[in-house]
């Protein structure tokens, strides 16, 4: 998907979860030490998934992956993967990917009475506040980022 970017928002492109009946990706059962690997790592017993680990509600989960730095304080970064669940509530303070006016982007809610400002992260990004004129579809809730490192 492509759409033009402005200094307030961010480009999405989404992703559906592919969950195949594959073995998923060996999971070590000890705790992963900041220190010495422990020799016990090479004992791979249990497998795990990401797709079952990540998504609760199938269905209604996606994948997007970010262009843009206005969420780099919430640890959102350029090329960073969003998982993105369209079945939970849109709440104050939790970080949404929006349609708002013809184009996706991701924001911080902020829910105040009768007003809703999607808050970007970064100093350089000003606030959006939606107005009764605004096209906005809070479209789904972020609940994971999956980021290289």
Known sequence: ???????????????APNEEQGL?????????????PSPADDFKEKRISLDKTLIKNKEATFYARVSGESMIGAGLDDGDL???????E?????????????????????????????MPENKNYK???????SDLLIWGVVTYVIKAV
């Open 82 to 88: 969003l998982v993105i669940d369209r079945s939970l």
């Open 127 to 133: 606030p959006i506040k939606v107005s009764k004129d």
């Open 1 to 15: 998907m492509t759409s033009k970017k402005s200094p307030e928002t961010d480009s999405l492109t989404f992703f």
């Open 24 to 36: 998923g990706m060996p999971l070590s059962r000890n705790v992963i030490s900041a220190g010495f």
């Open 90 to 118: 849109a709440e104050h303070g939790k970080i949404a990917v929006c349609f708002l006016d013809g184009e996706f982007t991701v924001k911080r809610l902020s829910i105040e009475k009768d007003t809703i400002t999607l």
